[in-house]
């Protein structure tokens, strides 16, 4: 588990495993001796603020993030050839272009002046991914450009 993403502190490196079994906790932390690296006093006191005091916080997070993917879903909708699977827990989108007969997805949405990344390093090149973990006023701005 971490903090990372929500709460925009993955640069502190303070992800965590909960490990009940004795056992296997020990060969865990053998096979990460020397990969992980230890937390820091930043990262910890960060973690610790982001689980116990960012409650209303994550809530408005969330609640701006529905709004996004709510936006995007519609305007994605509203263009031939393309699609957006809803995602239920992300803020990333991810949008299949096989309907619009084009060889690349990729550089179809690039010469739009979008650059989403590409759906092949997923494992699919007929799709690319959004993330829409921003502000609005910037997907406006990308849907604006996708429907020139």
Same mark, same amino acid.
């Not at 079994?21 to 990460?32: G, I, P, V, W």
């Not at 995602?87 to 690039?110: C, H, N, R």
């Given at each position: &588990? ?23 906790? =020990? ?8 990969? &992980? $690296? ?20 994550? =809530? ?23 699609? &957006?699977?809803? $995602?239920?827990?992300? +803020? ?13 997805? =990729?550089?179809? +949405? ?5 650059? $989403? ?25 990308? &849907? ?5």
């Amino acid at each position: &588990m971490a903090a990372s993403k929500t709460f925009n502190i993955a640069g502190l490196g303070t992800s965590f495993a909960i490990i009940e079994d004795a056992k296997l906790r =020990q060969q865990f932390s053998a096979a990460a001796q020397g990969i &992980m $690296p230890w937390a820091n006093v930043l990262g910890l006191s960060a973690t610790e603020a982001a689980f116990t005091l960012c409650d209303d916080w994550h =809530q408005q997070l969330l609640s701006y993030l529905r709004i996004n993917r709510d936006y995007l879903i519609s305007e994605i909708a509203q263009i031939d050839g393309l699609r &957006m699977l809803a $995602p239920q827990a992300t +803020f990333l989108a991810w949008i299949d272009g096989s309907g619009l007969g084009v060889d690349s997805v =990729q550089k179809y +949405f690039e010469d739009k002046g979008i650059g $989403p990344s590409p759906g092949a390093d997923f494992g699919d090149s007929r799709f690319v991914r959004i993330n829409f973990g921003c502000p609005l006023s910037q997907l406006k701005d990308a &849907m604006a450009l996708l429907k020139k």
